[in-house]
Structure formats: C-alpha cells, structure tokens
C-alpha cells in the first residue's frame, strides 16, 4: 500500500526537495524502468528481503519490502532472486560472519543471472572496516547504505539502475524521521511500530549506540496516527520498539513520558494487544508498573534485560543498575503484576567475569525464575570500552554458558507450566509448521500453544484450554 500515487507523480520536473515526496518521486522511475526490464524479460522480477538483527530491523524490512514492492518487484522467498538485500545486523561477530558466509551463494546466483542485484543494508554497514572490506573485495555488491538514509532506498537503486554503477553511501549521522513511506507488513493482525530510534546509553559491550545513532523519540502525534491507520487496516496487536521504550518522550520539544504515550495508544479501538521493546532496568517507573497492572490491553508480559547479576560487572557495562535494584524492581512487578512473564538477556564472559560474579548472575536466574531467557556468549565489538579490556578464556566461557544454559531451561519448564488447565486467549499467528493440522498463538504472556484448528483462525483472538505443557509451549484444544 503507498500513500500517494505513483501514476500521479510529474517526473519530467526536478525531483522535490522534501521527504517523503522526493522518494515517491524515485520510486515512479524506478518503476518505469522496472516495467521496461519485466518487459524485455517477458517476465516478472522478484526480490527477497532477508533480515538479521532485533525488532527493530524487521520493522525497517516491512519498509525496504513496502518500497520494492511499490516499485514492481514481486516478494520472494527465495534467495535466487532478481534483487536480494541483506538488511544486516553487528551486534555480535558471529552475526556478521553469516553475512560474509551467505554473499558467497548470492555470488554463485548471480554468475547465472548476472542482471541480479545484490545489497546491503542496516547495521552492519555503519561499520567502517566492513564497508571497506566490501568495497575492495566484494565487487559484486551493487549498492550499500547504512541505518540513517534506510528510507532513501528508491532513490539509490534508481541511481543502480539508470547508471548501471554500484552505489555505496552510508551516513554517519541520522537526520530528521521520515514519515509514511509505504510498509509491507509481514503479518496482517501484527506490527511493529517504532516509537524511538538509537540509544544513549553506551553500555560498554553494545555497538547499537554507533550505528544506530542518538536516541531520537518519535512525535507522539506520528505514533498514534500509524496505530489508528494499522487498526484500521485490521491489525489487532502492536509491538511498541525502541532500544530503550522506558526513556521515551525525554527528547521531544514538549517532553512526553513513555506510560503517557501507552495511556494514549490503550485508547485506540481495534487494537487489542499491546507489546513492547526493550526496557531498560534503569528507567522503568512504578508508573508503568502501574500502567501496566490497570491495562485491559497491555500483555503481561516484560522483557527486562539482566545483562549480568555481578553489581562490579554491571558496573564495568554501564548498565547503571546494581544486583539488588534490578532484583528488587523483578519482584516488585511480579507482586504487582502475578499473572505476567519476565524475559531477560544476559551476556556470559563479560571482560574481569570470575566464578564469584557468574554466580551472582545464577543467584538472580534463581531468584526472578525467568519464563524464558537469551543468554549470549560476550562478543568483543570493535569501538567499544569493553573490547579493550582484559578478556575471559573461551574455555571457561563455555563452561559457564552451557551451566547457565541448563538453569535457565530448567527453571523456564517449571514456571512455564503453572497455567496447565486452565482457558486462556490465544492469538493464533500462523499453522504450524510442522504439523498442518495444528495452529500456533501465543498468550498475552508470550508463552506459545499449539492446538487443532482450521487456517481461518489466523489473526483471531481464540479461547483455548491449555491441556498439557512442554517446557517453553503447551498442547490445547479451541473451546
Ligand atoms: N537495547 C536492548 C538490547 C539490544 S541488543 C537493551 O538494552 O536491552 C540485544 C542483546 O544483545 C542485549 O540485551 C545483550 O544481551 C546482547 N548483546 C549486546 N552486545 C553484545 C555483545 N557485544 N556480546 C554479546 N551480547 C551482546
Ligand atoms: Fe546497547 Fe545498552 Fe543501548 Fe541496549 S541500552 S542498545 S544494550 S547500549
Ligand atoms: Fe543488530 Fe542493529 Fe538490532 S546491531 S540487534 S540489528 S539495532
């Protein structure tokens, strides 16, 4: 769906000078010369959208999607297409290391058909070594952009294909938010909806502040004006992203705090689940609490990064947060809040980490007993403090994730069968996989169910008694 007319865009006048207009106006060339090569090809062209990373980057896809699709392509699955781009992510080396690993099949799909396109985008490509690793040896990478100019894509595949030439521009720095470009959805009942972008908060083992940018908080106008036009268009849950949702509005002219934009949204019919992502410890206020416990809305579930349980090394990560806080803030939502599930990150092998503070990190899993957590082996990200210092052996690395591993999935299968027998309502998001005659929800509180039913329920909020639990999901039947 786009906002405005491609048809009624006048390109024999200069591009216009202001967003989103001037990419509306390249995406009507882009179109016309797509047109002209699905002509010469007696076929369609089809591109595939490929993402890596968090939330935030499968938001930013729907947009590249929104565009591609705008322009002619026809979205495929399928790798071995006319345009693939790689919407990457840095957060840890073995993310990249995918990257590098898969350019190689796209370099085989494109000997066979050499007026493939190949790019690349987000996160990844904010990094200087990698794009001048591209550049030197990766020749066959036609166009490259970074996570700031993510919404001038129609204009820079424009210059890739009247000019013929590979296009490379990352900026180091964001400008103004782009409103209403167009969005191709993944799901139809489901969205995303970014409410702030970048981060300040330098944690010192995290890259996201030097490639995302300043946080920078979304007009709370804009927000609610795309979440009354989602509602409209028959999505029912939102996912409210941001790096850290609890710091919003600080930045705005008239400062707006992130349990008022939520007060605003519960208030928009249609829309029957509110998500959110990431909160970061140090900001979440007893108002969210609050706000949180008294929603109709707002699914009981919170994702509260841990990082680690040792105060030295959160200290040392700048999280800004001691043991106690974070322990004390867990258990007072889950006074307040008994029915919600609490999810964490936690990162093993942070620089200094000795026995003592990974058992403090334990202590806390045992205590706040997570309904599930990531748990992620340190990973040195060049620019970063903590890159610089001194680093903890593989080998007892290991050894910690795989105990830490084994007590979060422990706990996780004990806490996440307490609501065995009872009916709850589901959200049912797709057929299974696996088995056809199954489909797939989750519960206000994340947990997934799998039960009998017909394809027509997907998107449908349904009542299911949850029969029996497995460890992360449960077995029910529709009543
Ligand atoms: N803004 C979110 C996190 C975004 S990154 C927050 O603050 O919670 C997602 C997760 O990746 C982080 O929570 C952290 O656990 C992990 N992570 C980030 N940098 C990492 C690194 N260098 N090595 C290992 N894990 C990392
Ligand atoms: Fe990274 Fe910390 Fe920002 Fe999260 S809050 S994105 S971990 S710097
Ligand atoms: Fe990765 Fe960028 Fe998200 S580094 S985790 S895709 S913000």
């Known amino acids: 769906m786009t906002k405005y007319d491609l048809d009624m865009i006048d390109v024999t006048m200069p591009p216009p000078e202001y967003e989103p207009m001037r990419q509306y106006y390249f995406m009507r060339l882009c179109r016309d010369i797509l047109g002209r090569m699905q002509a010469e090809k007696g076929r369609p062209l089809t591109c595939c959208v490929n993402t890596f990373g968090c939330q935030m980057n499968a938001r930013d896809s729907e947009k590249l999607l929104g565009v591609l699709t705008a322009i002619g392509y026809t979205e495929s699955e399928d790798e071995n297409a006319d345009l693939v781009l790689y919407n990457t992510c840095t957060v840890r080396e073995n993310a990249n290391i995918r990257v590098y690993g898969r350019l190689g099949h796209l370099h085989h799909y494109k000997k066979q058909n050499p007026d493939m396109l190949i790019g690349l985008c987000g996160c990844m490509m904010q990094e200087q070594k990698v794009v001048d690793k591209l550049r030197s ?34 900026w180091d720095k964001a400008e103004a938010i782009v409103e209403d470009l167009p969005v191709n959805r993944k799901y139809s009942f489901k969205s995303g909806v970014n409410i702030s972008f970048g981060c300040n ?81 140090k900001d979440l206020s007893d108002e969210l609490i609050a706000v949180m416990r008294d929603s109709q809305k707002i ?24 043991k106690e806080d974070y322990l004390a803030l867990a258990l007072k939502i889950r006074r307040e809040i008994p ?16 026995e003592e503070d990974f058992q403090d990190t334990l202590d806390v899993v045992r205590k706040v007993r997570y309904e599930s957590a ?60 696996k088995d056809p005659s ?42």
């Open 137 to 170: 040896s990766y020749p066959f990478v036609d166009l490259i952009f970074g996570t700031h100019n993510v919404y001038k894509l129609a204009e820079l595949l424009y210059s890739v294909l009247s000019e013929k030439r590979r296009v490379i521009d990352i």
């Open 201 to 281: 908060n330098f944690c010192t083992y995290c890259i996201v502040p030097y490639v995302r940018g300043r946080e920078r908080s979304r007009a709370p106008e804009d927000i609610l004006k795309e979440i009354r036009a989602l509602a409209d268009d028959g999505v029912i849950e939102i996912m409210l992203l941001g790096q850290n949702v609890n710091s919003y509005g600080k930045d705005l002219e008239t400062p707006m705090t992130f349990s008022e934009l939520l007060r605003e949204v519960e208030k928009i019919d249609g829309i029957k689940r509110i998500r959110f992502m990431t909160s970061h410890p």
């Open 299 to 322: 699914c009981r579930h919170l994702h509260l990064p841990l990082q680690s349980g040792s105060t030295k090394l959160l200290k040392a990560m700048n999280r800004k947060y001691t």
């Open 339 to 354: 029915e919600i599930s609490i999810t964490t990150d936690i990162i093993v092998g942070f620089p200094g980490e000795t």
């Open 374 to 433: 990531f748990t992620f082996i340190y990973s040195p990200r060049t620019g970063t403090p903590a890159a610089k210092m001194e680093q903890v052996p593989d080998k007892v690395v290991h050894d910690r994730f795989d105990r830490l591993l084994a007590e979060v999935q422990d706990i996780a299968k004990e806490v996440c069968c307490r609501d065995t027998g009872k009916t709850m309502e589901v959200l049912v998001e797709e057929v299974n996989e």
């Open 438 to 479: 199954l489909l797939t929800g989750r519960l206000s509180n994340h947990i997934m169910v799998h039960f009998p039913g017909c394809p027509e329920l997907v998107g449908r909020l349904v009542h299911v008694k949850l029969t029996s639990a497995h460890g992360f999901y449960y077995h029910g039947e529709m009543v």
